[in-house]
């Protein structure tokens, strides 16, 4: 299968369309389920993989292996939904309006924890998600978030505390 993901890449970079569709839908499941981690919508993280792939796609050509296609599509996907999660913020500002719960995924075959994850404040999951599952530093996370890194440091803690509370009470 490497053999066969590393055939897929070269003939990508080359400009072929159906070899990128293969890895499409060989990574499209793992890179949805990152945006969802991060934006806990599912619409959101559905245009978030969509704009994850455009952007692969155009910069397929640069790609240089240093790292495994996976990992650096894991970096293109986390950049992504970080640069709409930051977006929908700053609309949400300009709006004025609480974030709106419905758009929040409940499904019951979720874990405990996911679905705990995706109940925390948005800048507080962002933070946890890049942290914990992603293994992002907290300078970094406070690059991509536009934040200062103490304040990554506190949002982690204070998610932790949250997913803690929520899940001994169940």
């Known amino acids: 299968m490497q053999q066969q993901l590393e055939t897929w890449v070269q003939q990508a970079k080359k400009g072929d369309q159906q070899a990128f ?6 990574f499209k499941g793992r890179v ?4 969802l981690r991060l934006l806990a919508d599912r619409g959101q993280a559905e245009d978030a993989t969509q ?3 455009v952007r692969a796609w155009q910069q397929l050509p640069g790609f240089r ?3 495994s296609f996976s990992t650096w599509l894991h970096s293109i996907s986390s950049r992504t ?3 709409i999660w930051r977006k929908n913020k700053v609309m949400r500002l300009v709006v004025d309006e609480e974030p709106e719960e419905q758009g929040y995924v409940d499904a019951p075959e979720m874990p405990q924890l996911e679905q705990a994850i995706l109940r925390l404040p948005s800048q507080a999951r962002a933070v946890f998600v890049l942290f ?3 293994g992002y530093q907290h300078n970094e996370i ?4 536009g934040i200062a ?3 990554s440091k506190a949002q982690y803690h204070r998610a932790r505390q949250l997913l803690r509370s929520w899940v001994d009470e169940n």
């Open 65 to 67: 292996g240093d790292s």
């Open 32 to 35: 949805y389920a990152i945006c």
């Open 149 to 151: 890194e103490g304040s």
């Open 21 to 26: 569709y293969q890895l499409y839908h060989q």
């Open 132 to 134: 914990a599952l992603e």
């Open 81 to 83: 939904a970080v640069d």
């Open 142 to 145: 406070a690059d991509l978030l």
């Open 51 to 53: 704009e994850a792939f």
